[in-house]
């Protein structure tokens, strides 16, 4: 079968009418994503790259003439291959023997494509390693605050990851009361980092429905709650669901309702998680009152579920989406804690789970393929910082910045090389991101569009897409390997990214170290057979490319994640876990001793410096949610059909509740205009009748288009984000804490400004 492997899943490759190539969804999928469907539209898009292109002025004057401030203002010009090669070689060696290896930052943070071999990251650091080395970036936009507390709280594996789930299986059977903090936001299922060859997610969260698991979903946005009878929507301001935790565990404490046995076995820390719950040296009582009066949530609410949680067979399950917010450690720390009092944790399909549907995969009962990837090398430099410090790094050298317990140096970054990612998709506060990028003395973007982050760059490399090369796609996370066979060839003078790193090797003088003297299809090979070692039940090669697809089996007794709380809460002596004191960690000595002022030993309510109740809510009176968007990737996709037809009139759409709308006097589709002191951006308004009021909602995605006068008209959130981290302990990004104001636009729409 000829199939098409992507990060929202697989597809079958078909004709039209005319015979050209169109992609199917695949038939082993129950629930395809549309947003792959016109994938194929975008290779001959004008927004294109279609040759290697330099910057005028650096073409011209070289990195050193402090050209940077033309970045994103000036012309490109287009050259062959070899003279931009050469260009790049001399530059490394330039920047290398000038300043050392730290001075090159090729972090290049991203989700790219699907694909083992040509996973644009890999590739990029394979060649810097071979070059000497560069500064990266550890952890992840996803859930880079869990990624750096779960590991004191629940033990070392889960370093970078929050993938704590109980099988849906086991939730299915088990549990009778699911809890979404954040909700499920049921478009994020139709993404797996890797790819899927089989959506399940909303079918799994549809059949606990059906068998009667009661669901409470707590969000400011209806549409979080799946539709169906047995769910509850609770209403809560952003950024306020600790407050609501602690109120529930206040609840339980007072009303003797928590299982003290387990707290004791299995946990260490509750006396001083307690003390503060009750009290006793601020004076304050976290009780349903107090949380109340933080959250919005009335408090009959707060403790009926509180009560709810310890009488039924629970599962508390936290959206991703609330650690990427100011303070985001301290939702997933309380939930663990309310979990471990409620005391449900170690029971099959109870306990505690993170971003159940956020992507397709958690809590999917399958064997999960744990396969090789393209090797990078090894780095031998050893600076890094954590992925959200982009802008800090580049505006302070020789600065330094607190990071879980260490003090890391920025370097003086003197080249910034980006693959696979766009930081002004991505990244907080694209304005000062700007001004940032324009230090540097070279910056280069290998790209397949002219994203807001290649306009950025001096030399851009023309990228293949996807669909223009073979590839094996997997996710580790989920039990399919897809075989992705070219659907076209790339357009002339365009090349994959291993292509246009081989000519650079060679200039560089390591190509053999680089490609090992193997053809794309011997590195499709070897991948492949990685994956058979470990598991010898999958085809041979040959049948597997024939065939399209490999999957192992499907099966109930899959081992999950929380199978791991299941033996550690039988016996913690013979399964401990793997923090300091082999418990889950209530409170954490290891972050107490850091003696940040941002996080403490326990779980405890802090106050963003941007949310509903802050001062400057007097000024930006509107809390901006930026989730992920319903019909594209990331910025991925947002030529594609799904992406363009969800918009209006060529805008982004964001939601407002209809009171806001009646106050600021607009109506549904009117433009609007979302500003505060770091930036304006225009989106279309939505009414949405359940949206809680003083609550917009405007999806990441949308490409950074500012005009003449700075202003966004491609509806990017991150114009109006912060930059700010959750704390020092993760250094981790937190848009979802971000005050805004709006008001209706009644400017002229960028194409007449272009006319003028
Ligand atoms: N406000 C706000 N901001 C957010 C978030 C949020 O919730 N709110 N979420 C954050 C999260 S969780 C994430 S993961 C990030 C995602 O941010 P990114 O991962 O940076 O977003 P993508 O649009 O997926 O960027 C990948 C880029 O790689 C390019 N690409 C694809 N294939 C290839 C290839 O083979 N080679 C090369 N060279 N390039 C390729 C694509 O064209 C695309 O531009 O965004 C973060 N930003
Ligand atoms: N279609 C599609 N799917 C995707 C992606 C994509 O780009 N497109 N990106 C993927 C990636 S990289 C990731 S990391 C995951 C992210 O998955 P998540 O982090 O779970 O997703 P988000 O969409 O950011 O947010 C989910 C919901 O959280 C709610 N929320 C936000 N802040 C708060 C709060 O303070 N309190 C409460 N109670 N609720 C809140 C919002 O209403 C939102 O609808 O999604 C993945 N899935
Ligand atoms: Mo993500």
Same mark, same amino acid.
């Given at each position: ?375 990078? %090398?090894? /780095? @031998?430099?050893? $600076?890094?910082?954590?992925?959200? =410090?982009?802008? &800090?790094?580049?505006?302070? +050298? ?21 693959? %696979?990612? /766009? @930081?002004?998709? $991505?990244?907080?506060?694209?304005? =000062?991101?700007? &001004?940032?990028?324009?230090? +540097? ?24 897409? @996807? ?290």
């Amino acid at each position: 079968m000829h199939l098409f492997a992507t990060h929202f899943g697989t597809y079958e490759v078909g004709c039209d009418a005319n015979g050209k190539p169109r992609l199917l969804p695949f038939r082993h999928d129950p629930d395809p994503s549309e947003i792959g469907l016109g994938y194929l539209d975008l290779a001959d898009h004008p927004e294109r790259i279609r040759a290697p292109m330099v910057r005028r002025s650096w073409l011209e004057n070289g990195p050193l003439a402090g050209t940077g401030v033309g970045r994103g203002r000036e012309g490109f010009v287009a050259v062959g291959w070899d003279e931009v090669t050469g260009l790049i070689a001399d530059e490394l060696r330039r920047v290398r023997s000038t300043h050392g290896n730290q001075a090159i930052f090729g972090g290049s943070y991203g989700w790219a494509s699907a694909g083992r071999f040509h996973h644009a990251q890999s590739q990029l650091k394979r060649l810097l390693n071979l070059a000497g080395g560069f500064t990266s970036s550890v952890n992840s936009y996803s859930y880079g605050a869990a990624g750096v507390l779960l590991p004191h709280i629940l033990g070392s594996e889960y370093k970078d990851a929050c993938d704590t789930s109980p099988s849906w299986s086991d939730i299915l059977e088990n549990c009778e009361l699911l809890v979404g903090f954040g909700g499920f936001r049921l478009t994020n299922a139709q993404v797996e980092a890797g790819g899927t060859g089989s959506h399940r997610a909303v079918e799994w969260l549809r059949r606990c429905q059906e068998r009667g698991v009661r669901i409470v979903v707590f969000s400011p946005a209806a549409s979080d709650a799946p539709l169906g009878p047995n769910v509850r929507h609770v209403p809560i301001r952003p950024n306020t669901d600790a407050a609501v935790m602690l109120g529930m565990c206040h609840r339980l404490l007072t009303e003797g309702l928590f299982d003290c046995e387990f707290l004791k076995r299995c946990t260490t820390g509750f006396g001083e998680f307690e003390s503060y719950l009750v009290g006793e040296g601020d004076g304050i009582a976290k009780d349903a009152a107090w949380a109340s009066a933080i959250s919005g949530v009335p408090a009959e609410t707060i403790i009926e579920i509180a009560e709810d949680l310890h009488d039924h067979r629970s599962l508390i399950n936290v959206a991703w989406s609330l650690q990427r917010a100011r303070f985001g450690e301290q939702p997933f720390w309380a939930a663990i804690t309310l979990a471990s009092m409620a005391g449900h944790v170690g029971r099959k399909g109870c306990g505690f789970a993170f971003g159940l549907t956020a992507v397709n995969a958690v809590g999917q009962p399958v064997r999960r393929l744990k396969g090789p990837a393209f090797e990078q %090398g090894r /780095n @031998p430099v050893s $600076h890094f910082i954590p992925v959200a =410090r982009t802008t &800090e790094l580049l505006e302070n +050298p020789g600065g330094r910045i607190d990071y879980d317990g260490q003090a890391l140096e920025l370097p003086d970054i003197r080249l910034v090389w980006w693959a %696979g990612g /766009n @930081p002004f998709h $991505h990244h907080q506060d694209l304005n =000062r991101l700007a &001004e940032a990028f324009r230090r +540097p003395e070279t910056v280069i973007v290998t790209e397949n569009m002219w994203t807001a982050t290649a306009k950025m760059a001096d030399i851009v490399l023309p990228s293949a897409f @996807p669909f223009e090369r073979d590839d094996v796609a997997a996710s580790s996370r989920d039990n399919w390997l897809v075989y992705s066979r070219r659907v076209m060839e790339p357009p002339e003078g365009v090349l994959t990214d291993h292509e246009a790193y081989c000519l650079i090797a060679d200039r560089l003088g390591c190509r053999e170290a680089f490609d090992e003297n193997r053809c794309v299809d011997d590195w499709l090979a070897h991948i492949y057979e990685g994956y058979r070692e470990r598991y010898p039940e999958l085809p041979d090669f040959q049948s597997f490319r024939l065939r399209g697809f490999a999957a192992l089996d499907e099966g109930e007794e899959a081992p999950a994640p929380a199978d791991h709380f299941r033996r550690f809460a039988k016996d913690p002596e013979s399964a401990p876990l793997k923090t300091p004191s082999g418990r889950i960690e209530i409170a954490s000595g290891t972050i107490g001793k850091f003696g940040y002022p941002d996080i403490g030993l326990h779980p405890a309510w802090r106050e963003p410096e941007e949310w509903l109740g802050a001062p400057l809510a007097s000024k930006h009176r509107f809390h901006l949610l930026s989730p992920q968007p319903a019909h594209r990737l990331h910025g991925q996709l947002e030529y594609g059909p799904a992406s363009q037809s969800a918009k209006l009139r060529g805008y982004e759409r964001f939601t407002l509740s209809a009171v806001d709308a009646k106050g600021l006097a607009v109506e549904d589709g009117d433009l609007c205009e979302l500003y505060n002191d770091r930036g304006r951006t225009i989106a279309a308004v939505t009414i949405d009748a359940d949206l809680m009021p003083g609550v917009a909602v405007l999806p990441t995605g949308g490409w950074f288009r500012p005009d003449s006068d700075g202003i966004d008209h491609g509806g990017n959130p991150n114009t109006l984000t912060p930059i700010t981290a959750a704390s020092r302990l993760s250094q981790a990004t937190a848009p979802n804490s971000c005050l805004v104001s709006i008001r209706a636009w009644r400017g002229p729409a960028p194409e007449q400004q272009h006319e003028d």
